[in-house]
């Protein structure tokens, strides 16, 4: 007999900033780096997105009728400091200030990430952005501000959004100037500080704020290995260290896991920490681990002598298109899970995945767990009764939560979920045709059409679950 969901357990659901709000430059809000590299891809524009920032009471509206107990959303740094630092934006801070009174009008908690890829353009034009030392201490002073200004109202912060997707797709996520883009140093570089970063924000803000809780959000996506072969074990032990426990572990243990930096030292590619880093990691050691989970990968063996590959070049991806698999020489090759079905866009389907996930990290480091993002990106179709017929979704999401209750039942302790997303928005690899949402936004692309908010049928279908906590499903 399962224990099934715990009575406060917050049922959520999640969006960020630049892909919902809009609103690009209004209202003083500074550019973003994703304002920027958005306007390269095919399809991007941040200026519009879903609308949100304009219309969020409708949208908190909905969130209440569909019965939210926690919402999770992003601040944009630089609506908040247009220049990354200096004098706060008056209406960035009230826009946020609004949004959260909202929610907690209508019983829904705030789960607030303060990082999800948004970094202001000025502090990329000053000193290039992450891959500059000094970005951690304007990241930090920016943090604190959150903390002071809406602490008394948030009671869960999320420091940096996907920092192991950060370093993996690394020129999608960042401003990296073309000749830079083969230096994988100054990739390991940029991810330190990220990590210290995520340290110095946690430091900041307890000192402001020590009732807070603090967290990092990974993606995960477990490895397993292609075949029972010692050495395709091992590189799906080497794929787990690289790509999951690298990035984790500074968050929960306060230290780089001792292989990974023997790994990153074999192979030149050894960031440098300055002296105190080791204790100030410590002092990020999180309250809570938040995952964002999709999907699993399958790992084998690779020599030394095969090409490197990133994954960063599958984003524009369809189904069957797959040709392209990360490869780390010497590590492990990723490759196709014959075992596993994919979705639209080749992404492998894998509640068990998420068993697994959950199980080992809450082994690995004993904190209250919550999933901050899981959900289907899917080619959703408005019909002519204007509804959104997306059994799909709820077989994904029905399956996934099957997972977690198993989880739960083995004794991880799990506090709150958040499906992606809440609506549309606008997808980081495919736009507005891959859509996430259990509300449908009337626009494409390149067509804004009307923006009109449309409740899917896993509207009604979360609605319920939520109602029954968890029950009926
Ligand atoms: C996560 C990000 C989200 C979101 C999601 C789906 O990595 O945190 O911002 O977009 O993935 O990815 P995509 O939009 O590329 O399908």
Same mark, same amino acid.
């Given at each position: 007999?399962?224990?099934?969901?715990?009575?406060?357990?917050?049922?959520?659901?999640?969006?960020?900033?630049?892909?919902?709000?809009?609103?690009?430059?209004?209202?003083?809000?500074?550019?973003?780096?994703?304002?920027?590299?958005?306007?390269?891809?095919?399809?991007?524009?941040?200026?519009?997105?879903?609308?949100?920032?304009?219309?969020f009471r409708?949208d908190v509206k909905?969130m209440q009728?569909?019965?939210?107990?926690?919402?999770?959303?992003?601040?944009?740094?630089?609506?908040?400091?247009?220049?990354?630092?200096?004098?706060?934006?008056?209406?960035?801070?009230?826009?946020?200030h609004e949004l959260i009174d909202c929610l907690c009008e209508c019983?829904i908690?705030?789960?607030?990430?303060?990082?999800?890829?948004?970094?202001?353009?000025?502090?990329?034009?000053?000193?290039?952005?992450?891959?500059?030392?000094?970005?951690?201490?304007?990241?930090?002073?920016?943090?604190?501000?959150?903390?002071?200004?809406?602490?008394?109202?948030?009671?869960?912060?999320?420091?940096?959004?996907?920092?192991?997707?950060?370093?993996?797709?690394?020129?999608?996520?960042?401003?990296?100037?073309?000749?830079?883009?083969?230096?994988?140093?100054?990739?390991?570089?940029?991810?330190?500080?990220?990590?210290?970063?995520?340290?110095?924000?946690?430091?900041?803000?307890?000192?402001?704020?020590?009732?807070?809780?603090?967290?990092?959000?990974?993606?995960?996506?477990?490895?397993?290995?292609?075949?029972?072969?010692?050495?395709?074990?091992?590189?799906?032990?080497?794929?787990?260290?690289?790509?999951?426990?690298?990035?984790?572990?500074?968050?929960?243990?306060?230290?780089?896991?001792?292989?990974?930096?023997?790994?990153?030292?074999?192979?030149?590619?050894?960031?440098?920490?300055?002296?105190?880093?080791?204790?100030?990691?410590?002092?990020?050691?999180?309250?809570?681990?938040?995952?964002?989970?999709? #999907?699993?990968?399958?790992? #084998?063996?690779?020599?030394?002598?095969?090409? #490197?590959?990133?994954?960063?070049?599958?984003?524009?991806?369809?189904?069957?298109?797959?040709?392209?698999?990360?490869?780390?020489?010497?590590?492990?090759?990723?490759?196709?899970?014959?075992?596993?079905?994919?979705?639209?866009?080749?992404?492998?389907?894998?509640?068990?995945?998420?068993?697994?996930?959950?199980?080992?990290?809450?082994?690995?480091?004993?904190?209250?767990?919550?999933?901050?993002?899981?959900?289907?990106?899917?080619?959703?179709?408005?019909?002519?009764?204007?509804?959104?017929?997306?059994?799909?979704?709820?077989?994904?999401?029905?399956?996934?939560?099957?997972?977690?209750?198993?989880?739960?039942?083995?004794?991880?302790?799990?506090?709150?979920?958040?499906?992606?997303?809440?609506?549309?928005?606008?997808?980081?690899?495919?736009?507005?045709?891959?859509?996430?949402?259990?509300?449908?936004?009337?626009?494409?692309?390149?067509?804004?059409?009307?923006?009109?908010?449309?409740?899917?049928?896993?509207?009604?279908?979360?609605?319920?679950?939520?109602?029954?906590?968890? #029950?009926?499903?």
């Amino acid at each position: 007999m399962s224990k099934g969901f715990g009575k406060d357990f917050l049922w959520g659901a999640a969006t960020s900033a630049y892909q919902v709000e809009g609103a690009a430059q209004e209202d003083g809000k500074g550019l973003s780096q994703q304002d920027v590299l958005s306007r390269q891809s095919p399809f991007g524009d941040t200026s519009m997105a879903s609308d949100h920032y304009h219309r969020f009471r409708e949208d908190v509206k909905l969130m209440q009728e569909l019965g939210l107990k926690a919402y999770r959303f992003s601040i944009s740094w630089p609506r908040i400091f247009p220049d990354g630092r200096g004098e706060p934006n008056p209406q960035g801070v009230k826009f946020y200030h609004e949004l959260i009174d909202c929610l907690c009008e209508c019983g829904i908690t705030p789960i607030v990430t303060m990082y999800h890829y948004d970094l202001p353009w000025a502090l990329v034009q000053e000193y290039g952005g992450w891959l500059d030392r000094r970005v951690c201490a304007d990241f930090a002073r920016y943090a604190a501000f959150l903390a002071r200004e809406y602490g008394d109202k948030v009671k869960y912060f999320i420091t940096v959004n996907e920092q192991n997707i950060i370093y993996r797709m690394w020129t999608r996520k960042n401003y990296i100037p073309e000749q830079l883009q083969h230096d994988e140093k100054l990739r390991w570089q940029m991810n330190h500080h990220y990590t210290m970063a995520h340290a110095l924000a946690c430091r900041e803000v307890r000192q402001v704020r020590p009732e807070v809780k603090l967290g990092g959000v990974p993606a995960v996506e477990p490895a397993y290995p292609l075949t029972c072969s010692p050495a395709d074990c091992m590189a799906a032990a080497n794929a787990n260290l690289m790509r999951n426990y690298f990035f984790i572990d500074p968050y929960m243990k306060g230290s780089y896991p001792v292989q990974g930096l023997s790994y990153l030292e074999d192979a030149g590619l050894l960031f440098q920490m300055e002296p105190g880093d080791e204790g100030l990691m410590k002092e990020g050691i999180s309250d809570f681990l938040a995952v964002n989970y999709y #999907r699993s990968v399958c790992a #084998r063996a690779c020599d030394k002598k095969e090409i #490197r590959q990133d994954q960063e070049l599958n984003l524009y991806g369809v189904k069957g298109s797959q040709k392209v698999f990360e490869t780390v020489p010497g590590m492990y090759a990723l490759c196709k899970n014959p075992e596993l079905k994919t979705t639209d866009w080749d992404w492998p389907m894998d509640p068990d995945g998420l068993v697994y996930a959950l199980t080992d990290l809450y082994e690995r480091y004993g904190k209250p767990m919550m999933i901050a993002e899981n959900g289907l990106g899917a080619r959703d179709v408005l019909t002519e009764d204007g509804a959104v017929h997306d059994a799909y979704r709820i077989e994904f999401l029905r399956d996934h939560l099957n997972a977690l209750e198993r989880a739960v039942d083995l004794g991880v302790d799990l506090f709150a979920y958040c499906t992606w997303s809440f609506l549309d928005l606008m997808s980081t690899s495919n736009g507005y045709a891959k859509r996430y949402g259990l509300i449908y936004v009337n626009r494409e692309d390149k067509d804004l059409k009307d923006l009109a908010r449309v409740k899917k049928d896993s509207f009604y279908w979360y609605q319920n679950v939520i109602a029954s906590n968890g #029950r009926e499903r």
